[in-house]
């Protein structure tokens, strides 16, 4: 299970919102599995894969993003696992800096 986690310069509320953002985008179905994760089905690279997402306050204006592969992706390399969640990463990522430019 693979995990990556990255301090951002937003509060949690718009961290959120940008991963249901970019799920949408995705056409990703998920669900709220407990107070603060998000569980998501998503297609990426033709493939498709469990996920969790997390935001942590870490002050008022800043939090930390955890997103995590649940399920290895069948005819995958743990490299290109690692590539999903880096991909998931920057999308949501670019969509807070695109937010927060306008």
């Known amino acids: 299970m693979f995990t990556l986690k990255q301090d951002l310069g937003c509060p949690r509320r718009m ?5 249901f953002d970019i799920l949408d985008r995705l056409k990703s179905s998920y669900d709220q599995v407990m107070t ?11 493939k498709e894969c469990l996920c969790a997402f997390a935001v942590t306050e870490s002050s ?14 069948s005819d995958m390399t743990k490299e290109d696992e690692q590539l999903v969640l880096l991909y998931l990463m920057e999308h ?5 800096n695109e937010v927060l430019v306008h």
């Open 92 to 96: 949501i990522l670019l969509h807070i």
């Open 15 to 19: 961290t959120v919102y940008a991963i």
């Open 60 to 73: 008022l204006d800043t939090s930390i993003l955890h997103i995590t592969l649940l399920q290895p992706i």
């Open 36 to 46: 603060g994760d998000i569980q998501a089905q998503v297609s990426v690279f033709g």
